[in-house]
Structures are given as structure tokens and as C-alpha cells.
């Protein structure tokens, strides 16, 4: 079993960065995926942001060029830069996880851009 715990959200100004982390436990394989998704109110919850144990890196078009994504594979840990925040990015941000056909999901952080 795979435990995800987030941390990093809160409230920022449009324009402003927030940092948020993800620190993995549990039965963690050497071959896996992990990374952020989204949701905003009345919204499905999106994909953002997703990086492999390799460092293969894929991004959602609405945040190229403004969040990055990146891990440390010892700390099992995923991290999600984001800059330039717009009220948009308003959301609550879950932590994600993928290995051997099985999924993993935090309980997710609130990030709030006020204009």
C-alpha cells in the first residue's frame, strides 16, 4: 500500500509562485510514475503535471513554461513548482502516483490565486 501526503498549498496573488511536495511511503517499485493533478469547483479533475522514476517529464498545455515538475527518487518525493499563477490555477491539487497497473492518490492541497 502507497501513502501520499502534499503539503505546499495556500493562498497567493496572481503572479505569485507556490511550491508544493508530495512525500511517498509504502511499497514504492523502482519503475514508476508520479505526478499532479487538478481540480477545480464543478471542473473534472485534470492532469498537470507527471514525471518518471527516469525523469521523463510531462506537462498539461496550460502550464508549459510556467510550473515544473521534478522528484527525488531517494526521498520518494515529487515536487511542483509554480510560477506565474493566475486565478485559474485555482484548485485543489492531488499528488499521484503510478506503478504495476495500480494507482495511488493523495488527499490532495488547496491552492487558491486571488486577483
Known amino acids: 500500500q502507497v501513502q501520499l501526503v502534499e503539503s505546499g498549498g495556500g493562498l497567493v496573488q496572481a503572479g505569485g509562485s507556490l511550491r508544493l511536495s508530495c512525500a511517498a511511503s509504502?511499497?514504492?517499485?523502482?519503475?514508476?510514475?508520479m505526478g499532479w493533478y487538478r481540480q477545480a469547483p464543478g471542473k473534472q479533475r485534470e492532469l498537470v503535471a507527471s514525471i518518471t522514476n527516469g525523469g521523463k517529464t510531462n506537462y498539461a498545455n496550460f502550464v508549459k513554461g510556467r510550473f515544473t515538475i521534478s522528484r527525488d527518487n531517494v526521498k520518494k518525493t515529487v515536487f511542483l513548482q509554480m510560477n506565474s499563477l493566475n486565478p485559474e490555477d485555482t484548485a485543489v491539487y492531488y499528488c499521484?502516483?503510478?506503478?504495476?497497473?495500480?494507482?495511488?492518490w493523495g488527499k490532495g492541497t488547496l491552492v487558491t490565486v486571488s486577483s
Open positions: 509504502g511499497i514504492i517499485f523502482g519503475i514508476n510514475t
Open positions: 499521484w502516483l503510478g506503478q504495476r497497473a495500480m494507482d495511488a
